[in-house]
């Protein structure tokens, strides 16, 4: 089977693991970008990519790289491409652009001039012109432009993957599913000890650390991917992948999602229900400030809000508690925690065995370790604990890992007539009385974008979020009863 250039795109932050997925996987010739890893594979690997990866957003398949110097080049250049083997007669496509360029500027201009270039050259050779579907297109395209060079690549996933079909329902800026994987993964959890996270919201954590555990592939809940509409998409060969449960484990522990408000508790025994994952998976309606040391070895990964798009009152008591918690009630295991600010940080009173930067939409996150034990470090060495694997201490280790000014850094106000106000009542300390007024006018016009933009921020299109509760051709019925397209296997139970 023939081998060629894949490219599957990521968050800032992800690009290791998702080259360490893909080398498990199989594929050749992995290499790390930014935001992408690049490797090569056949019409098997591509397939297995979009439906195993647990860390991709998207998996292109370059057809093209050319220099463009200006639009009419771009139009040439894309002119030059044989259209008719990827865009059949009868169907539509649509044309997707990423642009960090002096001499494109406006990547709307450079969607335009593709189309052009495609249209035109059906228009001359049959007299007839292919149609442009932006909501549900055949054939999707996506051209990346850096200054003059330009990658015009085939969409082989459609939706973004994050979107893996089990959501019935959400909360307010709900975790990226796709992020909650790469944390999961980041931690080297696989199902070796309970796992609990005490702020779940709408239940993406559990049920992500789940899929991991089992070695479920994530692509099993959705409707389609892109590459089935292709002119070469081989049904027979995507119907074994799919029906291969060879690599599926039995989890012999449980996972928790605790949270203390009641709708997202709700939302989350939805979302798992609809995963058919209730039997691993228990969610209750619990405060962490009345958590408890957990019967079994377990550890502890959570995403608290950190007062961007959720607000919360008392946000620095909200962490201290989070401190108190893990000293008191979790010697003995380990906890990970995303969070955004410093001060957040430092209220946990904690030290963190490893600090992590990862991206959450658009803020620079942290991604920290704490290894709790009881009594002294020395002691705890001693009897064999480890505060920091070799793999941990090579990435403390990397210089650059942040960038030098974060907005990270900046401090909340701790005032107490702010204690229990909204978060976006807050203001930020500076050393300068002078720079003062300045800094809350940037801040204010940074908060006025993050509020213009989506939660998730992964290049898709507008689009709404397809229901589970629909007809899927794949999975239908209850969590007892996901019958197949193929008749290999008539029923699967998780």
């Not at 432009?145 to 307010?172: F, W």
């Not at 650390?209 to 892109?226: D, H, M, Q, T, Y």
């Not at 959720?310 to 000293?327: A, D, V």
Request: charged content about 35%.
């Amino acid at each position: 089977m023939e081998e060629f250039e894949l490219i599957a795109k990521t968050f800032m932050g992800l690009e290791q693991v998702l080259a360490q997925e893909l080398t498990q996987l199989g594929a050749n010739n992995v290499q790390i970008g930014r935001r992408m890893v690049s490797f090569t594979g056949n019409k098997e690997m591509m397939y297995r990519a979009n439906f195993q990866l647990h860390t991709a957003i998207r998996v292109l398949k370059p057809i093209a790289h050319f220099k463009a110097k200006s639009a009419e080049d771009m139009y040439d250049e894309v002119k030059k491409i044989d259209w008719a083997q990827y865009i059949e007669k009868g169907k539509t496509f649509s044309v997707d652009s990423v642009v960090y360029s002096e001499e494109f500027k406006n990547s709307r201009f450079v969607t335009y001039k593709v189309k052009d270039a495609i249209v035109d050259q059906f228009r001359e050779r049959t007299g007839e012109r292919p149609n442009i579907s932006v909501s549900n297109p055949d054939i999707r395209l996506n051209i990346h432009i850096a200054e003059d060079k330009a990658t015009l690549s085939l969409d082989s996933s459609g939706e973004s993957l994050h979107r893996r079909g089990y959501r019935q329902e959400s909360v307010e800026a709900p975790l990226n599913e796709v992020l909650a994987a790469g944390m999961i993964l980041m931690s080297g959890w696989s199902g070796e000890t309970d796992f609990i996270d005490p702020m779940c919201g709408s239940g993406t954590l559990p049920i992500e650390a789940l899929l991991i555990a089992r070695n479920i592939s994530p692509g099993v809940f959705r409707k389609e991917f892109a590459f089935e509409k292709w002119p070469d998409f081989d049904q027979e060969l995507f119907d074994m992948i799919y029906n291969d449960e060879s690599g599926e484990r039995e989890f012999e522990h449980h996972i928790y999602g605790y949270d203390v408000d009641m709708k997202a508790v709700n939302t989350a025994k939805r979302n798992v229900a609809a995963a058919g994952f209730t039997r691993d998976i228990t969610i209750e309606n619990r405060d962490f400030k009345t958590f408890e040391k957990p019967a079994n070895k377990s550890i502890i990964i959570t995403n608290p809000p950190y007062g961007e798009r959720i607000s919360t009152s008392n946000l620095l008591g909200t962490y201290k508690m989070i401190g108190e918690r893990l000293k008191h009630q979790f010697m003995g295991n380990e906890a990970w925690i995303l969070s955004y600010r410093e001060e957040c940080f430092r209220e946990i009173g904690l030290k963190p065995s490893i600090k992590i930067p990862v991206y959450n939409g658009s803020l620079e996150c942290e991604f920290r370790k704490y290894q709790m034990f009881d009594g002294k470090l020395q002691n705890f060495r001693e009897e064999g604990g480890v505060i920091k694997t070799e793999a941990e201490k090579k990435e403390m280790a990397t210089k650059h890992r942040f960038k030098k000014n974060r907005e990270f850094k900046k401090r909340l106000d701790e005032n107490e007539e702010n204690a229990n106000a909204d978060i976006r009542s807050f203001t930020f300390h500076s050393i300068k009385d002078s720079r003062f007024a300045a800094e809350k006018e940037d801040e204010a016009r940074r908060r006025k974008r993050r509020d213009g933009k989506r939660a998730y921020r992964d290049d898709d299109e507008r689009k709404p979020r397809r229901s589970f509760k629909q007809d899927n051709p794949r999975r239908k019925g209850s969590e007892n009863d996901r019958r197949k397209t193929s008749g290999k296997r008539a029923e699967r139970k998780f």
